[in-house]
């Protein structure tokens, strides 16, 4: 019930397309909901994040969506471009100063 | 702001040797650090989780005698990998909550790469 389950495990688009990365979670005390890039030997970087009460967030080319029914967020990255291509994190976390939960990761590779 | 170091960002000791690790909180004060874990191509493993003045807090199978965390101060935590060897051969990275609590964000470093020879 901790899990967080993410897809697909590798992604391949063409720039300027959309990348769309999902995930799915069973544990419904999970209250916050971050993306995270993380690019080869580095640590991980907060893209963007959103709470269950709200059904989309959108900041620049990143949009999470969130289905609270369905216990589903996805992360859609428009007009992706080469410097995109890095590793793609989703977590959820029940409470302030609590523990992430990681989905398994996707590695995007944004071809020019 | 919310920046967070690592040091050394990467160290190669030999087997049986221990080998620290810092993380700084260098812009904020954090109640809870986390350390982690990352294999090549896989996700993030939580290791322990440590609360400034306490003792850490570590994950099931992860052994507290050999990796040990030290929260001395707001702004300091440190993982020690005892006797080290190959297989603890890894990508060490920690993350910092703020004190205030007032958010969910967790700061991550920039890593550290260990390599047991």
């Known amino acids: 019930q901790q899990q967080v389950k993410q897809s697909p495990q590798s992604l391949i688009v063409q720039k300027g397309g959309i990348s769309i990365i999902n995930c799915a979670y069973e544990?419904?005390?999970?209250?916050?909901f971050p993306w995270y890039q993380q690019f080869p030997g580095k640590g991980p970087a907060l893209l963007i994040a959103?709470?269950?009460?709200?059904s989309e967030k959108k900041e620049g080319r990143f949009t999470i969506s969130f289905n609270k029914s369905a216990k589903q967020f996805s992360l859609h990255i428009m007009d992706s471009q080469p410097g995109d291509s890095a590793t793609y994190f989703c977590?959820?976390?029940?409470?302030?100063?609590?523990?992430?939960?990681f989905g398994q990761g996707t590695e995007l590779s944004v071809k020019p | 702001g919310a920046v967070v170091s690592q040091h050394p960002s990467w160290v190669i000791c030999k087997s049986g040797t221990s080998v620290k690790i810092e993380c700084r909180s260098l812009?904020?004060?954090?109640?809870?650090m986390f350390w982690y874990r990352q294999f090549p191509k896989q996700s993030l493993m939580l290791m322990a989780t440590?609360?400034?003045?306490?003792?850490?807090?570590?994950e099931q199978g992860v052994e507290k005698d050999k990796f040990l965390i030290n929260h001395a101060s707001l702004t300091l935590s440190t993982l020690t990998v005892t006797s080290a060897h190959p297989e603890d051969s890894s990508f060490y990275i920690c993350?910092?909550?703020?004190?205030?609590?007032?958010?969910?964000?967790?700061?991550f470093g920039p890593g550290t790469r260990l390599t047991v020879t």
């Open positions: 993350s910092a909550s703020k004190v205030d609590g007032s958010s969910y964000e967790q700061y």
């Open positions: 544990n419904t005390a999970f209250d916050y």
């Open positions: 959103i709470r269950p009460d709200v």
């Open positions: 977590a959820a976390i029940k409470n302030q100063g609590g523990k992430l939960i």
């Open positions: 812009d904020f004060q954090a109640t809870t």
């Open positions: 440590s609360n400034e003045g306490s003792k850490a807090t570590y």
